[in-house]
Protein backbone atom coordinates (compact mmCIF):
# COMPACT_ATOMS: atom_id res chain seq x y z
CA UNK A 1 0.00 0.00 0.00
CA UNK A 2 2.88 2.56 1.09
CA UNK A 3 5.25 1.88 -1.47
CA UNK A 4 2.07 2.17 -4.42
CA UNK A 5 1.28 5.47 -2.92
CA UNK A 6 4.90 7.39 -3.73
CA UNK A 7 5.34 5.07 -6.91
CA UNK A 8 6.15 7.23 -9.84
CA UNK A 9 6.15 4.28 -12.63
CA UNK A 10 4.73 5.37 -15.94
CA UNK A 11 4.82 9.31 -15.09
CA UNK A 12 7.49 11.52 -16.68
CA UNK A 13 9.05 14.49 -14.71
CA UNK A 14 10.50 17.76 -15.90
CA UNK A 15 12.97 19.28 -14.10
CA UNK A 16 14.72 22.70 -14.37
CA UNK A 17 18.51 23.09 -13.47
CA UNK A 18 18.62 19.33 -13.42
CA UNK A 19 22.34 18.97 -14.29
CA UNK A 20 24.08 19.39 -10.74
CA UNK A 21 23.07 20.31 -7.38
CA UNK A 22 19.71 19.63 -5.67
CA UNK A 23 18.25 19.71 -8.70
CA UNK A 24 20.46 16.23 -10.11
CA UNK A 25 19.13 15.04 -6.63
CA UNK A 26 15.59 15.62 -7.02
CA UNK A 27 15.73 13.98 -10.98
CA UNK A 28 17.59 11.36 -9.05
CA UNK A 29 14.97 10.56 -6.75
CA UNK A 30 12.07 10.48 -9.13
CA UNK A 31 13.61 8.09 -11.13
CA UNK A 32 14.11 5.92 -8.36
CA UNK A 33 10.55 6.71 -7.41
CA UNK A 34 9.81 4.72 -11.12
CA UNK A 35 9.61 7.97 -13.26
CA UNK A 36 11.10 8.91 -16.39
CA UNK A 37 12.94 12.08 -16.25
CA UNK A 38 13.76 14.70 -18.45
CA UNK A 39 16.57 16.90 -17.12
CA UNK A 40 16.80 20.95 -18.62
CA UNK A 41 19.41 22.93 -18.31
CA UNK A 42 21.07 26.19 -20.20
CA UNK A 43 24.71 24.02 -19.99
CA UNK A 44 24.84 21.75 -22.12
CA UNK A 45 28.22 19.97 -21.32
CA UNK A 46 26.95 19.54 -17.72
CA UNK A 47 23.05 18.42 -19.01
CA UNK A 48 25.04 15.52 -21.08
CA UNK A 49 26.86 14.12 -18.13
CA UNK A 50 23.99 14.13 -15.94
CA UNK A 51 21.85 12.07 -18.01
CA UNK A 52 24.99 9.69 -19.08
CA UNK A 53 24.94 9.02 -15.59
CA UNK A 54 21.65 8.41 -15.07
CA UNK A 55 20.63 6.48 -18.26
CA UNK A 56 24.11 4.58 -17.02
CA UNK A 57 21.96 3.44 -13.91
CA UNK A 58 19.32 2.27 -15.94
CA UNK A 59 17.24 5.37 -15.63
CA UNK A 60 14.88 6.64 -18.71
CA UNK A 61 16.07 10.12 -19.60
CA UNK A 62 15.37 12.88 -21.84
CA UNK A 63 17.38 15.78 -22.30
CA UNK A 64 15.77 19.67 -23.30
CA UNK A 65 18.50 22.20 -23.34
CA UNK A 66 16.74 25.37 -23.08
CA UNK A 67 17.43 29.06 -21.02
CA UNK A 68 14.19 28.94 -18.24
CA UNK A 69 13.87 33.00 -18.97
CA UNK A 70 13.50 32.78 -22.93
CA UNK A 71 9.85 32.67 -23.00
CA UNK A 72 10.42 31.59 -26.79
CA UNK A 73 12.50 28.89 -25.91
CA UNK A 74 10.18 27.72 -23.25
CA UNK A 75 7.24 27.47 -25.76
CA UNK A 76 9.49 25.78 -28.17
CA UNK A 77 10.68 23.30 -25.99
CA UNK A 78 7.23 21.81 -24.53
CA UNK A 79 6.09 21.91 -28.26
CA UNK A 80 9.24 19.78 -28.72
CA UNK A 81 8.26 17.50 -25.76
CA UNK A 82 4.43 17.65 -27.39
CA UNK A 83 6.06 16.05 -30.97
CA UNK A 84 8.21 13.38 -29.34
CA UNK A 85 5.07 11.86 -27.39
CA UNK A 86 6.50 13.03 -24.31
CA UNK A 87 3.59 14.08 -21.57
CA UNK A 88 5.04 16.28 -18.38
CA UNK A 89 3.29 15.15 -15.85
CA UNK A 90 5.25 16.64 -12.74
CA UNK A 91 7.06 19.65 -12.88
CA UNK A 92 9.77 20.48 -10.88
CA UNK A 93 10.57 24.36 -11.17
CA UNK A 94 14.44 24.04 -9.36
CA UNK A 95 17.05 26.30 -11.61
CA UNK A 96 18.05 29.67 -9.89
CA UNK A 97 20.98 31.71 -9.25
CA UNK A 98 22.19 33.71 -6.22
CA UNK A 99 23.62 37.23 -6.07
CA UNK A 100 24.86 38.67 -2.92
CA UNK A 101 25.28 42.15 -2.65
CA UNK A 102 23.77 45.43 -0.27
CA UNK A 103 21.18 46.66 -1.88
CA UNK A 104 22.38 50.10 -2.10
CA UNK A 105 25.49 49.05 -4.32
CA UNK A 106 23.06 47.05 -6.05
CA UNK A 107 22.38 47.64 -10.00
CA UNK A 108 18.66 47.37 -11.49
CA UNK A 109 19.75 44.95 -13.97
CA UNK A 110 21.25 42.17 -11.29
CA UNK A 111 17.99 42.99 -9.07
CA UNK A 112 16.34 41.78 -12.77
CA UNK A 113 18.55 38.81 -13.36
CA UNK A 114 17.60 37.73 -10.43
CA UNK A 115 14.00 37.81 -10.03
CA UNK A 116 13.68 36.64 -14.15
CA UNK A 117 15.52 33.67 -12.93
CA UNK A 118 14.01 32.87 -9.97
CA UNK A 119 10.83 33.80 -9.80
CA UNK A 120 9.01 34.80 -13.68
CA UNK A 121 10.66 31.77 -15.21
CA UNK A 122 8.70 29.59 -12.73
CA UNK A 123 5.69 31.39 -13.70
CA UNK A 124 6.79 30.81 -18.05
CA UNK A 125 7.38 27.00 -17.44
CA UNK A 126 4.41 26.71 -15.05
CA UNK A 127 2.17 28.15 -17.61
CA UNK A 128 3.54 26.17 -20.49
CA UNK A 129 3.09 22.75 -18.30
CA UNK A 130 -0.32 23.88 -16.94
CA UNK A 131 -1.84 24.56 -20.72
CA UNK A 132 -1.15 21.25 -20.81
CA UNK A 133 -2.08 19.62 -17.67
CA UNK A 134 -5.23 21.12 -17.53
CA UNK A 135 -7.12 19.43 -20.60
CA UNK A 136 -5.61 15.85 -18.93
CA UNK A 137 -6.97 16.91 -15.50
CA UNK A 138 -4.16 16.00 -13.31
CA UNK A 139 -0.56 17.22 -12.98
CA UNK A 140 1.73 18.32 -10.19
CA UNK A 141 3.55 21.49 -9.73
CA UNK A 142 6.94 21.97 -7.59
CA UNK A 143 8.26 25.21 -7.11
CA UNK A 144 11.48 24.88 -4.93
CA UNK A 145 11.21 28.44 -2.29
CA UNK A 146 14.09 28.81 0.00
CA UNK A 147 13.82 30.13 3.77
CA UNK A 148 13.86 33.16 2.21
CA UNK A 149 10.14 32.16 1.19
CA UNK A 150 9.72 33.20 4.73
CA UNK A 151 12.79 35.44 6.73
CA UNK A 152 14.98 37.80 5.32
CA UNK A 153 18.91 37.85 5.36
CA UNK A 154 21.25 40.91 4.42
CA UNK A 155 22.62 41.22 1.07
CA UNK A 156 20.63 38.99 -0.59
CA UNK A 157 17.21 41.07 -1.42
CA UNK A 158 16.60 39.99 -5.07
CA UNK A 159 16.61 36.33 -4.39
CA UNK A 160 14.82 36.90 -1.15
CA UNK A 161 12.31 38.82 -2.71
CA UNK A 162 12.32 36.33 -6.32
CA UNK A 163 11.84 33.22 -3.16
CA UNK A 164 8.82 35.06 -1.21
CA UNK A 165 7.11 35.32 -4.89
CA UNK A 166 7.69 31.37 -5.32
CA UNK A 167 5.70 30.99 -2.30
CA UNK A 168 2.97 33.06 -3.43
CA UNK A 169 3.40 31.98 -7.14
CA UNK A 170 2.34 28.46 -5.58
CA UNK A 171 -0.67 29.56 -3.99
CA UNK A 172 -1.70 31.82 -6.93
CA UNK A 173 -1.65 28.69 -9.09
CA UNK A 174 -3.66 26.51 -6.25
CA UNK A 175 -6.16 29.34 -6.82
CA UNK A 176 -6.40 29.09 -10.33
CA UNK A 177 -5.43 25.12 -10.86
CA UNK A 178 -6.41 23.10 -8.32
CA UNK A 179 -10.11 22.51 -9.81
CA UNK A 180 -8.00 20.85 -12.53
CA UNK A 181 -6.67 18.55 -11.13
CA UNK A 182 -3.75 20.01 -10.58
CA UNK A 183 -1.66 20.36 -7.21
CA UNK A 184 0.55 22.75 -6.93
CA UNK A 185 3.41 23.28 -3.68
CA UNK A 186 6.83 23.66 -3.01
CA UNK A 187 9.64 22.67 -1.12
CA UNK A 188 11.87 25.06 0.77
CA UNK A 189 15.31 24.16 1.07
CA UNK A 190 17.38 25.34 4.53
CA UNK A 191 21.11 25.95 4.38
CA UNK A 192 21.97 22.95 1.62
CA UNK A 193 25.74 21.76 0.40
CA UNK A 194 25.30 23.12 -3.08
CA UNK A 195 28.06 25.25 -5.22
CA UNK A 196 25.51 28.04 -4.47
CA UNK A 197 26.99 28.03 -0.89
CA UNK A 198 30.04 27.14 -1.70
CA UNK A 199 31.48 30.76 -0.74
CA UNK A 200 29.22 30.40 2.60
CA UNK A 201 30.77 27.50 3.51
CA UNK A 202 34.23 28.82 3.30
CA UNK A 203 33.72 31.16 5.46
CA UNK A 204 34.36 30.13 8.76
CA UNK A 205 32.01 32.47 10.76
CA UNK A 206 29.14 31.97 8.33
CA UNK A 207 29.64 27.89 8.60
CA UNK A 208 29.83 27.94 12.52
CA UNK A 209 26.47 30.19 12.47
CA UNK A 210 24.56 27.90 10.58
CA UNK A 211 25.60 24.96 12.28
CA UNK A 212 24.78 26.66 15.04
CA UNK A 213 21.35 28.30 14.28
CA UNK A 214 20.44 24.97 12.88
CA UNK A 215 18.83 22.96 15.13
CA UNK A 216 19.81 20.32 13.35
CA UNK A 217 23.50 21.34 13.81
CA UNK A 218 24.16 21.17 10.07
CA UNK A 219 24.30 21.62 6.90
CA UNK A 220 21.45 19.56 4.39
CA UNK A 221 22.56 17.40 1.43
CA UNK A 222 21.03 18.13 -1.25
CA UNK A 223 19.66 14.24 -1.65
CA UNK A 224 17.03 15.16 1.67
CA UNK A 225 14.99 17.07 -0.67
CA UNK A 226 14.21 13.74 -2.79
CA UNK A 227 11.66 12.67 -0.13
CA UNK A 228 9.65 15.71 -0.14
CA UNK A 229 9.61 15.86 -3.78
CA UNK A 230 8.56 12.47 -4.48
CA UNK A 231 5.62 12.90 -2.20
CA UNK A 232 4.66 16.08 -3.76
CA UNK A 233 5.22 14.44 -7.25
CA UNK A 234 3.49 11.42 -6.31
CA UNK A 235 -0.70 10.05 -5.08
CA UNK A 236 0.42 10.58 -1.80
CA UNK A 237 0.15 14.18 -1.95
CA UNK A 238 -3.29 14.32 -4.42
CA UNK A 239 -5.21 16.55 -1.71
CA UNK A 240 -1.98 18.48 -0.67
CA UNK A 241 -2.00 21.62 -2.42
CA UNK A 242 -0.23 26.08 -1.91
CA UNK A 243 2.03 24.20 0.70
CA UNK A 244 5.73 24.90 1.44
CA UNK A 245 7.40 22.24 3.13
CA UNK A 246 10.40 23.46 4.77
CA UNK A 247 13.25 20.81 4.45
CA UNK A 248 15.91 22.96 7.01
CA UNK A 249 16.84 20.92 9.52
CA UNK A 250 14.42 23.22 11.84
CA UNK A 251 16.13 26.29 11.18
CA UNK A 252 12.80 28.39 10.52
CA UNK A 253 10.61 26.49 12.98
CA UNK A 254 13.10 27.24 16.20
CA UNK A 255 14.37 30.76 17.37
C1 LIG B 1 22.39 32.75 1.39
C2 LIG B 1 22.12 31.38 0.80
C3 LIG B 1 20.68 30.98 1.02
C4 LIG B 1 20.48 29.51 0.70
C5 LIG B 1 19.07 29.04 0.83
C6 LIG B 1 18.54 29.05 2.21
O1 LIG B 1 23.07 33.55 0.74
O2 LIG B 1 21.93 32.97 2.51
O3 LIG B 1 22.46 31.33 -0.55
O4 LIG B 1 19.88 31.79 0.26
O5 LIG B 1 20.90 29.21 -0.58
O6 LIG B 1 18.22 29.73 -0.03
O7 LIG B 1 17.21 28.64 2.22
Redesign the pocket.
Known amino acids: MANKLFDLTGRTALVTGASRGLGRAMAQGFAEAGAAVVLNDVHAPRLAAAAAEMRAAGHQVHEALFDITDEAAVAAAFKNLDQRGIEIEILLNNAGI ?1 F ?1 RPMVELDTADWRRVIETNLTSAFIVGREAAKRMIPRGHGKIINIG ?3 SAIA ?1 AT ?1 AP ?1 TVA ?1 GGIKMLTQSMTAEWAAHGIQANAI ?5 LTD ?2 QA ?1 LADAAFNAWVIRRTPARRWGKPEELAGTAVFLASSASDYVNGQIIYV ?1 GGMLAVL
Open positions: QRSLMRIYKGPGYMMNLD
